[in-house]
């Protein structure tokens, strides 16, 4: 069983430039958790069963991450879900 728990995320968006700014901030998020983990973008995407340019366009704010693949990008860095998305406003 997968139990799934996060706290509420509420996000007020009113344009197209604040969405490429969430995602921005969500690679930027990923690239910090990795670099403190001394992981290269080859290691993370392995871990993460992804491929290394997918989690190169991710870090650079270019794709709107799946759920699926947040949750793939959380357990290879060994954090929760919520904690990529810490300090999104």
Known sequence: MLLIVCRPIVFK??????????????????????STLGLSQEQLADAAGLHRTYIGSVERGERNVSLQNIVAIARALNVTPSILFNDIK
Do not use: N, Y
């Not at 968006?13 to 990795?34: D, N, P």
């Open 13 to 34: 968006l009113s344009s197209f430039r604040e969405l490429k700014a969430i995602r921005e901030h969500f690679g930027h998020r990923i690239r910090e958790l990795r």
